[in-house]
């Protein structure tokens, strides 16, 4: 007699509610502005609730307001740790946690203070890993972190190699953490340039001289919006068989 072949379980359809995001908590630090703000509006028009921080309270409230009811926002900052506590302590649960806040310097190992050097560590890196470890117990069981990186991490555009590392960091943190934390999922983005609201408080001489670069430099010959970086998220938010991954929004740049 033979033993009949297993017979596979069925597969979730993608889309089906239970990868949807109505009624679900997104937590957006860095969510009042950019790609986060993005991001925000996005979950909203899905159906989620979304609790902002940041460091101002104004640009908080005005972005919150923008949201209407799904919104709530706290003000944190992601390099104090206590802060970052009291902004988890009163959440009940996170479904999808994005870090979006990082202030740092940019540039050359041999032109840099050792801090400006250290400062992508401790604001982008250091910031989003205890963000993490702050929202862990309360991470719903199919909930996902998704952690920034950026392309400069796999094609740096000029010397900046702390920041490169940093980004470089943050894919491998992605997937040292989709490990710890199965079956929560944990997946990175890597966006080439946006022209956004980062880059538009940036002075107009050297944003002008990096969009010309990145535009000549990626196959799509364009930058990126920030809408379209927050779909890729929204991507990893969703998808409930992608973890561990880096998706690199980029237009082709890392190619190239
Ligand atoms: N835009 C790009 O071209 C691009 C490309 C690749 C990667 N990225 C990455 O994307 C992230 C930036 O997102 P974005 O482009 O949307 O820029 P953004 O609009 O400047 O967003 C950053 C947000 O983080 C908040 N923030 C900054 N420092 C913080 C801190 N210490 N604690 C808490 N909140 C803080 C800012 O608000 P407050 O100042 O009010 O706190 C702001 O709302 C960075 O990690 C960057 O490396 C961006």
């Avoid at 966006?191 to 990096?210: F, H, I, K, S, Y």
Wanted: proline share 7%; glycine share 12%.
């Amino acid at each position: 007699m033979t033993t009949p072949p297993p017979v596979p379980g069925p597969t979730p359809s993608v889309g089906t509610a239970a990868h949807g995001l109505r009624d679900r908590t997104v937590v957006l630090i860095g969510g009042a502005s950019g790609i986060g703000l993005r991001v925000a509006h996005q979950a909203v028009a899905g159906g989620a609730r979304v609790v902002l921080g940041g460091r101002s309270a104004e640009r908080l409230a005005t972005a919150a307001r923008s949201l209407g009811d799904a919104a709530t926002w706290r003000t944190v900052d992601v390099t104090d740790r206590p802060s970052l506590a009291a902004f988890f302590e009163p959440l009940e649960r996170v479904d999808h946690l994005l870090t979006t806040a990082g202030t740092y310097q940019v540039g050359p190992m041999l032109e840099l203070s050792d801090e400006d050097a250290e400062s992508p560590f401790v604001s982008k890196f250091w910031g989003q890993y205890h963000a993490v470890r702050l929202a862990a117990p309360k991470l719903a069981a199919d909930g996902s972190v998704v952690l920034m990186s950026g392309a400069a991490g796999a094609r740096p555009p000029g010397p900046a190699p702390a920041y490169a590392a940093c980004n470089a960091a943050l894919e491998g943190l992605g997937r040292g953490l989709a490990v710890e934390l199965a079956p929560v999922r944990v997946n990175v983005v890597s966006p080439g340039t946006v022209d956004g609201n980062l880059w538009q408080g940036r002075p107009a001489e050297a944003r002008e001289q990096a969009f010309a670069q990145y535009r000549r430099d990626t196959l799509l010959h364009r930058l990126a919006t920030e809408d379209e970086i927050a779909h890729a998220i929204l991507y990893l938010f969703g998808n409930g068989y992608t973890t561990g991954s880096t998706v690199y929004p980029d237009g082709g740049y890392t190619l190239r």
